[in-house]
């Protein structure tokens, strides 16, 4: 089946930048979203790419996609304290309404 | 802000007896998504729901579980009998309808089963 991976943890100075990888295997994949979850808290949609567009910019984020590649990336700049969380990429498959997620990847701000 | 909405937010229950988690979309959202997250893994797709439709139902464990969105009312996941592997965070999402210029995914902030 599709499947989406990341890397599982990731550590920044606070005021660095963060930059999260994520990969997918589905060839016919639409749109790709990046999720933020607190602990004992939902997923807060940050944002998301139509896969016609190589970047998109949204305040301190920004997402690149290589489909060839099939390699999507997230960037925060001035990375804050308030932005330790674990962090999911995840793909629309199919078109339909089924995501299929990463393991997420937990990322640590230290001061 | 009248996002997805769902209760309870934590339950318990003891082995053998029914889950019930209820979810309501966001306002104009006419798809409803379930996801479970079991401790220590990611999501996993379970079932995607429109009114009174079973659309795809593909990650619904074959017995014991169902879903639901009637025309009136939240949409319900339901375990029946459940057991402690089914102990997981459970998360609603929603959707605009279909031809919407938009194609957000929103989150509920979960319902969190604990089966003792």
């Known amino acids: 089946g599709e499947d989406v991976e990341q890397s599982l943890f990731l550590s920044v100075r606070e005021g660095d930048s963060s930059v999260i990888n994520c990969t997918y295997t589905d060839s016919s994949s639409t749109y790709l979203y990046w999720y933020k979850q607190e602990p004992g808290a939902g997923l807060q949609l940050l944002t998301y790419?139509?896969?016609?567009?190589d970047m998109k910019q949204d305040q301190r984020l920004t997402v690149l996609l290589n489909k060839k590649d099939k390699h999507l990336s997230l960037r925060i700049a001035d990375t804050q304290t308030g932005d330790s969380a674990i962090y999911f990429c995840a793909d629309l498959y199919n078109q339909g309404g089924k995501l299929i997620f990463g393991q997420g990847t937990e990322l640590s701000v230290k001061p | 802000n009248a996002g997805v909405m769902q209760n309870p937010r934590h339950l318990v229950r003891r082995r053998g007896q029914e889950a019930r988690l209820r979810c309501s979309p966001m306002?104009?959202?006419?798809?409803v998504y379930w996801y479970r997250q079991l401790p220590e893994e990611g999501l996993k797709f379970m079932v995607y729901l429109q009114k009174e439709n079973i659309i795809d139902e593909s990650g619904m464990p074959k017995e014991r579980f169902s879903a639901e969105f009637p025309k009136e009312g939240p949409s319900i996941l339901r375990i029946q009998q459940v057991v402690r592997g089914d102990s997981a965070a459970y998360f609603c999402a929603s959707s605009p309808p279909t031809g919407s210029s938009e194609n957000t995914i929103y989150f509920g902030e979960g319902s969190w089963l604990t089966v003792v």
């Open positions: 306002k104009g959202h006419s798809h």
């Open positions: 790419i139509f896969s016609n567009m």
